[in-house]
């Protein structure tokens, strides 16, 4: 997702460090996985410089983290980033989850409480640096005002200010009191990168000793007393509303207590999850599936189609593209599709709901707690200071949990049971009530000159516009920026570009963000097309692109440095072949991915191995960062070689792992990735491992079979 | 009334004799840390070990469970094979979200209390029936090597 404006960036971070936010003090165990977020009256004596950081009397700092965790790391970068200007050890930092609350919590890179669109570190790495150091100073100018002493004439390290002189030292609990009746600084001096001791050093993760033996606790592991599991069937078409139910049957089941039935959704509650999902078998339910009933996947494909015959809005204009593509010696045409993913994180969506008659209680895992918030405050009409949301680790956000559909559904079924009901969906209401990655469909041409270089180049992007729905202020001027996210960021040096957007709607599923969000698919278009221009000027795929990184430095780095790394050109066994793709897009980083494959007689894709070169600027934690290319790579190939929801009736045709195949681990790649060190801002990783991934393969099949696959998944078929 | 033997402590419980394991362990007993994926035994998150050996506790009737050593991921480091899987996969931070990983842990256990040294081939038959959507499946292959002592068989593992 893009930036809502940098100007916002530089006010939250003022505010943060400006003490501002004195009031705001939450509190909550030392755990990580705990239920955290109640309000909890700290210490008095506690030193709160700001909304992140609160310094108490007995020694502790503590981080209050609005990011939540997901696999990614933020739990371990977030307070390495405040530890490394407060001075104190990674070590000395203990975390709180932080309250649903935009007004001090807000992503200043997405407008809102939100963990997504690769943004954490990019959004956080100055306004906590500026958070930390504010509280430093104040620490320092405590004790300099203890000590009556010059602020200059002191160190800090570990938690403790030194007075460099005589030697005199006091700890920062010690100083807390005095230091909280100070005033904040206006402004603070951060420290000069050759001074980090954390930042870009590989730092254990935090919260993974809970995670190796049972103890963290994910939304669907909460207990409460008296708490009543159920499991639902809502509509399988979208738009579709319940027409009839027999329930007798249901009810008979041991355990079975409860069939809630309301317009779109039918839920059984019982005492354990194995009640509840005989009890839904159980059910005779009849569907009026409205106006989508007879929809397939052909159907959304000729209106997809039939909108591209139209010209969209200019998202990118550079010469007289158009002009330009009728004047080249030589037009290559392409239209490019790719398919509904669903997310299939392995924890299925779930929420637990206690609608009380003074306010509601919800426990789950969400990438969007203010969003989470509001809709329980919409449905039961509570003010939102009456609705508590406790949030849990997540297995697995990859987008989906950016949505809050299971939240606002386990809250409408909740004021229907009497005390707390945990919802968990199966498997396959998971897949088949996902909300999807979108179909695109894309028309893409370029012109060459005589040589073979691009002189033009034109692509049209047809598909949803998730921004309108999901950020309405972000949708300016009839452009989704994450729809054409990547295929505007265009690296290569063309003279003539032209890049357009058209919106276009199909109301027959739900479409949000899909890990790699709009340069997953933009980049698949883009770098097959270049590939394409490549064969078609018989030149090897990765000097071509080369020879039009002249004006892109940190493109051309990575590129060099993948094709090194990889042996680019060096001779592979029959039936083996390489391809590459380069990135780069909003995330602000660059990243090039060679992948080897082999494609079986039969056209079964096998990947060996992926290297990646990545230039993501200045690194927190950089295993984290490899781990999360590593993990994007793996996401991506499960993507390319077999993602695929189809509709038939209206309705989702997969349901569970055996026919929404992922990558296993008899199938895993040996992955490499190299990290380019630099000095320049922090960029995104969480997603461009997938973003790579799909084109990186196409062209690897590409040149063992030389069929062009313009569709994924990526189906050679049989090779002659 | 049935009585488990779970991690070592004999527990009654009232339930039908065809419920899965599974939904005995996290919804009557408590156990948590095995999770559900899918329940048709297609993604291995809810591993857990009868007597040693893996199975699926998702479509395993709670009554194959009767008279038998039932563990699970919260006792697994009590043996010495589950103790230096859980080691080495903190060694080398093959954790992210974490869903999968007991279930993950499990495989790798029960993979490494009956083949000290096992092979790049014997991990893909042991652990290929765990998913991982976060795809640590490089690090994990690495860490089962480490935790077996031994040098990865090939270059594989990242």
């Known amino acids: ?413 909740a004021q229907h049971v009497d005390g707390p009901v945990k919802v968990v969906w199966t498997r396959e209401e998971d897949i088949q009530h996902d909300v999807y990655r979108p179909y695109y469909f894309d028309r893409i041409a370029a012109g060459l000159d005589e040589l073979g270089r691009p002189v033009a180049w034109t692509h049209r992007v047809v598909g949803p516009a998730i921004l309108a729905r999901y950020a309405p202020p972000v949708f300016k001027d009839g452009i989704d920026p994450d729809a054409v996210d990547g295929a505007v960021q265009l690296v290569y040096d063309i003279p003539a570009v032209q890049v357009e957007y058209v919106r276009h709607e199909e109301p027959v599923l739900n479409t949000g963000f899909w890990r790699g969000v709009g340069p997953t698919h933009n980049m698949f278009v883009v770098e097959s097309f270049v590939d394409e221009l490549a064969a078609a000027a018989k030149a090897d795929p990765v000097e071509y692109r080369r020879g039009l990184l002249g004006k892109a430095p940190r493109a051309r780095a990575v590129l060099d440095l993948a094709a090194k790394a990889a042996g680019w050109g060096s001779p592979l066994p029959a039936g083996r072949g390489r391809g590459v793709a380069l990135l780069y897009s909003e995330w602000d980083t660059y990243v090039a991915q060679i992948a080897e494959v082999e494609v079986s007689k039969k056209g079964e894709v096998r990947v060996h191995r992926v290297v990646c070169a990545v230039d993501c600027g200045t690194v927190i934690n950089p295993d984290t960062v490899k781990a999360q290319i590593e993990g994007g790579v793996i996401f991506g190939i499960s993507g390319a070689l077999w993602g695929e929801i189809t509709l038939k009736n209206g309705r989702v045709q997969q349901s569970n792992f055996t026919d929404y195949r992922v990558l296993r681990m008899n199938e895993s790649p040996e992955i490499e990735v190299h990290l380019v060190q630099s000095s320049e801002a922090p960029g995104g990783v969480g997603e461009l491992g997938t973003a790579a991934t799909a084109p990186a393969l196409a062209n690897a099949v590409f040149a063992v079979t030389r069929k062009r696959l313009r569709q994924l998944p990526l189906r050679p078929g049989p090779l002659a | 009334m049935l009585t488990l033997t779970i991690n070592g402590n004999a527990q009654d419980v009232d339930v039908p004799a065809d419920m899965p394991l599974l939904w005995v362990l996290r919804d009557v007993v408590g156990l948590t840390g095995t999770k559900f994926g899918c329940g048709i035994s297609a993604c291995g998150a809810c591993t857990v070990h009868l007597d040693g050996q893996p199975i699926r506790s998702c479509i395993t009737p709670v009554a194959a469970g009767v008279g038998k050593r039932i563990t699970t991921i919260e006792a697994i480091g009590d043996t010495p094979a589950g103790k230096r899987v859980q080691q080495a996969w903190l060694d080398l931070e093959v954790v992210q979200c974490g869903y999968c990983q007991s279930g993950q842990i499990m495989s790798a256990s029960a993979l490494l209390a009956s083949n000290s040294n096992p092979s790049d081939a014997d991990i893909d038959a042991a652990m290929s029936g765990n998913i991982c959507r976060c795809g640590t499946y490089p690090r994990m292959r690495a860490a089962i090597h480490r935790a077996a002592g031994s040098a990865p068989a090939s270059a594989k593992g990242g």
């Open chain 1, 1 to 413: 997702m893009p930036a809502i404006s940098r100007r916002e960036f530089i006010l939250a971070g003022s505010a943060a460090a400006g003490g501002l936010l004195l009031s705001c003090r939450v509190g909550g165990g030392p755990g990580l996985a705990g239920v955290g977020a109640e309000a909890v009256d700290p210490s008095p004596t506690s030193f709160v410089p700001n909304a992140y950081v609160r310094v108490g009397s007995d020694e502790r700092v503590t981080l209050i983290v609005a990011q939540v965790e997901m696999g990614q790391g933020v739990y371990t970068s977030m307070p390495m980033i405040l530890a490394e200007e407060l001075d104190v050890g990674l070590d000395q930092v203990q975390i709180e989850l932080a309250p649903p609350d935009d007004s001090l919590y807000t992503n200043p890179l997405l407008g809102d409480q939100e963990t997504g669109a690769s943004s954490s570190v990019r959004a956080f790495y100055l306004p906590l640096r500026r958070a930390g150091a504010a509280a430093r100073s104040m620490l320092v100018a405590a004790a300099a005002e203890q000590w009556s002493v010059d602020p200059s004439s002191c160190r800090t390290e570990r938690g403790v200010v030194t007075h460099s002189p005589t030697g005199r030292t006091s700890s920062y609990g010690a100083l807390a009191a005095r230091a909280a009746k100070l005033p904040a600084p206006a402004e603070v001096a951060l420290k000069d990168r050759k001074d980090f001791r954390l930042i870009g050093t590989p730092a254990k993760r935090l919260d993974t000793p809970d995670k190796v033996n049972g103890k963290t606790q994910f939304g669907i592991d909460v207990r409460l007393p008296g708490m009543k599991i159920a499991t639902v069937a809502a509509s399988p078409v979208l738009g579709g509303k319940l027409a009839s139910l027999d329930d007798s049957e249901a009810k008979a089941v041991p355990g079975v207590r409860q069939v809630v039935r309301l317009d779109d959704v039918v839920a059984v509650v019982a005492d354990h999850m194995w009640a509840a999902k005989q009890g839904l078998a159980a059910l005779v339910i009849r569907w009026d599936d409205g106006p989508h009933a007879r929809v397939t996947t052909a159907d959304v494909v000729r209106g997809l189609d039939a909108a591209s015959q139209k010209p969209g809005v200019v998202a990118r204009s550079q010469g007289d593209a158009v002009a330009a593509l009728s004047r080249a010696t030589k037009k290559l045409h392409a239209v490019y599709q790719v398919p509904f993913l669903a997310h299939a994180a392995l924890e299925p969506a779930n929420c637990t709901v206690h609608v009380r008659k003074d306010g509601c209680e919800v426990w789950t895992g969400t990438q969007v707690l203010t969003r989470a918030q509001a809709t329980a405050s919409r449905v039961t009409g509570f003010p939102l200071d009456k609705v508590v949301i406790h949030n849990h680790m997540l297995g697995g956000g990859f987008g989906r949990r950016l949505e809050y559909d299971y939240v606002t559904q386990a809250v409408r079924i």
